[in-house]
């Protein structure tokens, strides 16, 4: 029931009007629990619904302030790709903000992230792609890119 309901928000995510009001309804920390969902496909629905609402800058606040980077940048390590590909995405969007972006680092998310640039998923690669260039840009994340890549290229 948790991924069809999941599947119904997220067709209702992609028009900007519905976004608004998901978050105005407390849809968002709802989803933000579903992420820790011992099913993969629920995570990986509510990660489809997240993705859409961090297109809007509102959004993406609200996500951050209801504490949904933590489980995000857990979702990082799961063996299903659809979830780490719609997780590095939502990173991705969460990341055009600095203050965010200084969260995903303090998460550890900068190596998850380098590290599913080996993905055999062309998708999991470009989302991972595009956070790490959004987490790049700010220059106090320099010494965390290069440790991070350093030891990426050590495992």
């Known amino acids: 029931m948790q991924e069809q309901a999941c599947g119904a928000l997220r067709n209702l995510s992609i ?3 519905n976004k608004q009001r ?9 989803l933000i629990q579903l992420l820790s969902s011992p099913h993969e496909e629920v995570q990986a629905q509510a990660c489809m619904v997240l993705q859409n609402l961090s297109k809007s800058s509102d959004c993406r606040h609200v ?12 979702l990082l390590w799961s063996f299903n790709e ?3 590909e719609h997780s590095a995405g939502i990173v991705a969007n969460l990341s ?4 965010n972006a ?13 590290g599913l640039l080996r993905s055999p998923c062309q998708g999991v690669q470009e989302q991972a792609a595009v956070a790490i260039r959004n987490l790049s840009v ?18």
Do not use: T, W, Y
């Not at 998901?22 to 709802?30: E, F, I, R, S, T």
């Not at 996500?63 to 857990?74: D, E, S």
């Not at 200084?102 to 380098?114: D, S, W």
């Open 63 to 74: 996500i951050v302030q209801q504490g949904g980077i933590p489980p995000l940048i857990a």
């Open 138 to 155: 700010e220059p106090e994340n320099e010494v965390s890119f290069r440790c991070a890549c350093h030891a990426v290229a050590l495992c």
């Open 82 to 84: 659809h979830v780490q």
């Open 15 to 17: 028009m900007p009007a």
């Open 22 to 30: 998901l978050a105005q309804l407390d849809g968002v920390p709802a």
């Open 96 to 99: 055009v903000n600095p203050d």
């Open 102 to 114: 200084r969260k995903i680092v303090e998460e550890g998310g900068m190596p998850l992230l380098i």
